[in-house]
């Protein structure tokens, strides 16, 4: 188990480093599994898009919210499909914001646009890390995920973020209809042979209205099998943990040292400003405030306890979002201080770290645990300093819905 | 008071979907009763239920003038039935207020199951039957079939059978003609003692129980003291009056008028349909014909899914039963369910309807048990037992035999169907008796069957085997011994009572391991593995196991994840609440229904 010490989330006290976060919402072509908002192609949007992000993040600056960048995280969608339009993006947020030098800067990418002097180029502007998703190096899991690369396209990717000398991630996918469980542990095997110090594994979930649902409804694939998903989790904790990768978060794998910084600022109750078309940003209520007061933005709902956070999307669709970057996001969240703290324990009990029995506390779900506990989904164990700490079991890991569930609709009233 | 010779009452009967409560509507528009912008549909369908379902639950009067072609105003008195099955006795009486009814047929579907039965109920009656086909605005509508049909089908001449269409108003007016021709005027001795019909009644918060009447002999005014015959209840008559539709007080209702009596009584179930109005004193010796006490068809457990809502279940029941008192229920204890109530209803579409009505009216989410007969359970001692429910089924060693309710069934479908309707009958331990062709395409077939049978699902797959084409109408006929058993569920090693259901021994073994199959698709994985099992008298008959469910996790969840995700963990927590906890396993609702499926 990691001991990993995570950034101890303020509430709105103190002025806080804000991560930022780019949406590209373009890809080569929509795999058949994605419900994300991106656009196959558009090219002509491209340099469009490049000019109205930058134009959206140069005006949050003036609220310094972009003073002391911790993590910058370019995602999408395909990040990499810009090319030039990317580095062009990069350079300009590091002109924008006030990237502090030591921070984590990620890349999304893919294999079919993964190129070295691409690659290079990023670099030399500023990227540390590549996010690459590789899903399956089996051609037939890739060709039923409707990805657009076959496996020797991606062990191509993997080589030339390896020789870039860039840390790289690679993204996997098990439970896959049709993966077998020979084609699983290959795939696992290949992945921690090809450089990456990161890996994210995902059972795949089946969305609402994507191609694939279509497949599963229309009876031409078969419905994921849970209990192949659920092995093929327990084979990757194995194969990994063996390779010397740490568990540290219920779907991410990395050497020591290799965590991501950028997802462990959601997790641990950080602040984050989302650019461009549905990206999601959280801030806290004083830095809210700043914004909501120059933009005339919608003010939290009285009432006591005020809330702390502000969680908001814009959900709008690229053409609105270029001819109108900084429109009002729809819906706000408002999160009491309560939310926060039971959605930090929610999020918390993702990590390997748990959360500890104050946390658990200040969230109101100790008895919660209890109960969890004598199901075997979490277990409490004794810290150095004294105090316990919550932490979700294997099992729990892989009921998660379960786990997080009852700790977020904990104190809730039953009856709404 | 009106004379009666210029008053004619008439219903409007059909087999349902036929368009009667649309022709009712333009009935209210050409007689001005309803001006055109106060226009809604189906306006004598006044519950939401009615409107949404399209279909009359409750029966309504509506007093209209109409100029005729004669010149003169005559006063029609229209009543509108309910349609279904399941209200064939209030649909009788509300019959025998009439002297005549229009009988509507689809130009497109021509006559079905409850065309013929409601003809022969009023032929029953007496009453001069207008025929009339309706929906010749369709471009599939075949009149000269219908027409064809009806004379053949019924025995009734349809050469001047009015030919209209209730959307575009064509022929209505021709309709109303033919009633003022052709329907007798009523005719009754109004210097007799009072007697009238009650044929529906209500319960109005401000006023009490409101009785829907016909004037026979004499006449009813306010202020009067009455009695109503069947009941023995004695109350004042505190108003009089005529629906238009909206309430219009009278000084009094003389012979041959159809109006309101406002009781001031509290409890419904004292005025009852079908019983007779007389004056509390020097009144009348006998009482109108046809007088029955309704009696439930089915019986299901209502549970409230939250335990805490049973009081506010009771008051619901308490509440809905002043203006459907047809509806009886009793406390009922499930180990597997908690508290709730044995309801007994007319029929399974007056169950479907009250359970939504209690539901939405008032706010509650109910869970209902598999619908049962009355068995009648003659044991070794002599005693006889009427049994509603699975659980009260005594030990099988005390039992000398168990009887069950019968019915005459008539289907009519045409020709090319027979052979489906053989196969479904004969699943569902029904005797042919005959059959007949009634024309060239409809074929009338006969047959004996348990009502527990006709429950399980028989209406549905009636309709799915012969594409909507069959039409189905039964009666009670009397109690038959059958090999009955009691077929109990385990979940995870407990029997749930609930889950228990009575049936023909023949049958038990193939429904048993029908059932644990149905069960086992619908249970959802739990933590921890759950045998599912079939059992008669402790014998295991079937088997099946939910495995435990092993993963259940919310995969990315990143920024924008988050608040979404979280929104799937409350909406699954939700969807846990609309599932009962039996012991440690969810069951979610329609596993108490599982059984009436097994036929799929």
């Known amino acids: 188990m990691t001991d990993l010490t995570t950034p101890t989330p303020g509430v709105g006290t103190r002025p806080e480093p804000v991560?930022?976060?780019?949406?590209?919402?373009?890809?080569?072509?929509?795999?058949?599994?994605?419900?994300?908002?991106?656009?196959?192609g558009g090219g002509e949007l491209h340099a469009?898009?490049?000019?109205?992000?930058?134009?959206?993040?140069?005006?949050?600056?003036?609220?310094?919210?972009?003073?002391?960048?911790?993590?910058?995280?370019?995602?999408?969608?395909?990040?990499?499909?810009?090319?030039?339009?990317?580095?062009?993006?990069?350079?300009?947020?590091?002109?924008?914001?006030?990237?502090?030098?030591?921070?984590?800067?990620?890349?999304?990418?893919?294999?079919?646009?993964?190129?070295?002097?691409?690659?290079?180029?990023?670099?030399e502007a500023g990227v540390t890390r590549f996010s690459l998703g590789v899903q399956s190096f089996d051609d037939d899991v890739l060709k039923t995920l409707g990805r657009c690369h076959d496996a020797e396209k991606a062990r191509e990717a993997t080589r030339i973020l390896r020789?870039?000398?860039?840390?790289?991630?690679?993204?996997?996918?098990?439970?896959?209809?049709?993966?077998?469980?020979?084609?699983?542990?290959?795939?696992?095997?290949?992945?921690v042979r090809c450089g990456a110090r990161h890996l994210s594994v995902y059972p795949l979930s089946v969305e609402e209205g994507t191609p694939l649902a279509a497949s599963i409804a229309g009876g031409r694939l078969p419905a994921p099998d849970p209990d192949e998903a659920a092995d093929m989790m327990l084979a990757a904790e194995v194969a990994l943990t063996a390779e010397g990768m740490l568990r540290y978060?219920?779907?991410?794998?990395?050497?020591?040292?290799?965590?991501?910084?950028?997802?462990?600022?959601?997790?641990?109750?950080?602040?984050?400003?989302?650019?461009?078309?549905?990206?999601?940003?959280?801030?806290?209520?004083?830095?809210?405030?700043?914004?909501?007061?120059?933009?005339?933005?919608?003010?939290?709902?009285?009432?006591?306890?005020?809330?702390?956070?502000?969680?908001?999307?814009?959900?709008?669709?690229?053409?609105?979002?270029?001819?109108?970057?900084?429109?009002?996001?729809?819906?706000?969240?408002?999160?009491?201080?309560?939310?926060?703290?039971?959605?930090?324990?929610?999020?918390?009990?993702?990590?390997?770290?748990?959360?500890?029995?104050?946390q658990a506390a200040d969230a109101g779900v100790l008895e919660v645990l209890s109960e969890l506990d004598g199901q075997g989904l979490v277990r409490v164990r004794e810290a150095v300093d004294g105090e316990a700490i919550w932490t979700t079991t294997e099992r729990g890991w892989l009921?998660?819905?379960?786990?997080?569930?009852?700790?977020?609709t904990a104190g809730q009233p039953s009856r709404p | 008071m009106t004379d009666p010779t210029l008053i004619r009452n008439f219903s409007i009967i059909a087999h349902i979907d036929h368009g009667k409560s649309t022709l009712a509507d333009r009935v209210l528009q050409l007689t001005h009763t309803i001006e055109d912008r106060d226009m809604v549909e189906q306006v004598l369908d006044s519950m939401d239920i009615e409107r949404e379902r399209g279909i009359t639950i409750k029966a309504q009067a509506v007093r209209v003038l109409y100029t005729a072609d004669d010149g003169v105003e005559y006063t029609l008195n229209l009543i509108d039935t309910p349609g279904h099955v399941d209200f064939t006795y209030e649909v009788s009486r509300s019959l025998q207020a009439c002297e005549g009814a229009v009988l509507v047929v689809d130009a497109t579907q021509g006559v079905e199951a409850q065309t013929v039965a409601n003809a022969i109920m009023a032929m029953n009656a007496h009453l001069e039957i207008i025929p009339l086909i309706n929906k010749i605005d369709l471009p599939s509508a075949d009149p000269e079939r219908v027409r064809h049909e009806i004379e053949e089908a019924l025995a009734i001449p349809a050469d001047e059978a009015v030919l209209a269409s209730g959307k575009t108003g064509e022929g209505v007016r021709e309709a109303l003609e033919s009633v003022v021709r052709h329907v007798p005027h009523p005719v009754g001795d109004p210097h007799a003692p009072l007697k009238a019909l009650i044929f529906d009644s209500y319960f109005d918060a401000y006023r009490g129980?409101?009785?829907?009447?016909?004037?026979?002999?004499?006449?009813?005014?306010?202020?009067?003291?009455?009695?109503?015959?069947?009941?023995?209840?004695?109350?004042?008559?505190?108003?009089?009056?005529?629906?238009?539709?909206?309430?219009?007080?009278?000084?009094?209702?003389?012979?041959?008028?159809?109006?309101?009596?406002?009781?001031?009584?509290?409890?419904?179930?004292?005025?009852?349909?079908?019983?007779t109005v007389t004056l509390a004193k020097h009144g009348a010796t006998e009482p109108l014909p046809g007088y029955r006490e309704v009696k439930p068809m089915v019986y299901t457990g209502l549970f409230p899914i939250d335990g805490d809502q049973y009081p506010e279940l009771r008051d619901a029941l308490d509440k809905l039963r002043l203006n459907d008192p047809s509806v009886i229920y009793e406390p009922e204890s499930s180990h597997a369910l908690g508290f709730g109530f044995r309801c007994g209803f007319l029929g399974l579409l007056h169950m479907e309807i009250v359970k939504e009505r209690l539901e939405r009216e008032f706010d509650l989410d109910l869970l209902a048990t598999a619908p049962s007969v009355e068995y009648h359970v003659y044991k070794t001692n002599g005693e006889m037992l009427s049994i509603h429910s699975p659980q009260d089924m005594p030990e099988p060693g005390t039992?000398?035999?168990?009887?069950?309710?019968?019915?005459?069934?008539?289907?009519?479908?045409?020709?090319?169907?027979?052979?489906?309707?053989?196969?479904?009958?004969?699943?569902?331990?029904?005797?042919?008796?005959?059959?007949?062709?009634?024309?060239?395409?409809?074929?009338?077939?006969?047959?004996?069957?348990?009502?527990?049978?006709?429950?399980?699902?028989?209406?549905?797959?009636?309709?799915?085997?012969t594409r909507g084409y069959a039409s189905l109408d039964y009666e009670v006929t009397d109690y038959r011994p059958s090999a009955l058993v009691k077929l109990d569920v385990l979940l995870a090693g407990k029997p749930v009572d609930a889950l228990s259901f009575i049936v023909h021994k023949d049958k038990a073994f193939a429904r048993g391991k029908m059932l644990t199959e149905k069960l086992r698709g619908i249970i959802p994985r739990q933590m921890f593995e759950v045998p599912i099992q079939a059992a008669i008298g402790g014998k295991i008959i079937a088997r099946e196991t939910v495995r435990a469910m092993r993963k259940d996790v919310i995969a990315k969840c990143y920024g924008g994840d988050i608040s979404r995700k979280r929104k799937l963990l409350e909406k699954q927590k939700k969807g846990k609440k609309r599932m009962k906890q039996v012991g440690t396993i969810e069951v979610p609702q329609e596993a108490f229904m599982a059984i009436l499926k097994v036929d799929d």
């Open chain 1, 19 to 40: 991560s930022l976060y780019v949406h590209v919402p373009f890809c080569v072509s929509k795999c058949a599994y994605c419900d994300f908002y991106s656009q196959a």
């Open chain 1, 163 to 191: 020789d870039s000398g860039a840390a790289f991630s690679i993204d996997l996918i098990c439970g896959v209809p049709g993966q077998t469980p020979g084609s699983w542990v290959a795939t696992l095997e290949e992945a």
């Open chain 1, 249 to 358: 978060e219920v779907a991410s794998y990395a050497q020591p040292g290799h965590e991501a910084r950028h997802n462990l600022v959601y997790w641990t109750g950080g602040s984050y400003l989302g650019v461009g078309p549905h990206a999601a940003s959280m801030l806290t209520m004083a830095q809210y405030r700043s914004v909501a007061d120059g933009e005339g933005w919608e003010s939290p709902p009285d009432g006591v306890p005020g809330p702390a956070r502000v969680r908001f999307t814009r959900e709008v669709s690229l053409t609105d979002y270029l001819r109108r970057p900084l429109q009002a996001p729809v819906p706000l969240e408002f999160l009491s201080a309560a939310e926060a703290a039971r959605e930090d324990a929610m999020l918390g009990l993702r990590l390997a770290s748990g959360i500890t029995s104050s």
């Open chain 1, 399 to 408: 009921l998660g819905n379960r786990v997080f569930g009852a700790i977020w």
């Open chain 2, 399 to 465: 039992v000398d035999r168990i009887e069950e309710p019968y019915l005459k069934v008539t289907v009519l479908v045409p020709p090319e169907f027979v052979g489906a309707i053989m196969e479904l009958t004969e699943l569902h331990r029904s005797t042919f008796v005959n059959m007949q062709y009634l024309s060239g395409t409809t074929v009338e077939m006969h047959y004996e069957m348990p009502l527990s049978e006709l429950i399980m699902d028989f209406f549905d797959q009636l309709k799915s085997r």
């Open chain 2, 209 to 275: 129980v409101v009785a829907l009447i016909r004037v026979i002999d004499g006449h009813i005014a306010a202020g009067m003291k009455v009695q109503l015959m069947a009941s023995g209840t004695v109350t004042d008559v505190e108003e009089v009056g005529v629906r238009r539709p909206v309430h219009v007080p009278v000084k009094q209702l003389g012979v041959g008028e159809v109006g309101y009596l406002v009781t001031g009584l509290k409890d419904t179930s004292l005025v009852k349909v079908g019983d």
């Open chain 1, 48 to 123: 469009p898009f490049v000019d109205a992000a930058l134009f959206e993040a140069g005006h949050w600056s003036h609220y310094d919210l972009l003073d002391d960048v911790p993590t910058l995280y370019i995602g999408g969608g395909t990040p990499t499909l810009l090319a030039d339009g990317l580095v062009r993006l990069v350079e300009g947020l590091f002109e924008t914001a006030n990237v502090r030098p030591d921070a984590e800067v990620t890349i999304e990418t893919n294999p079919e646009t993964t190129d070295a002097a691409l690659v290079a180029r990023l670099i």
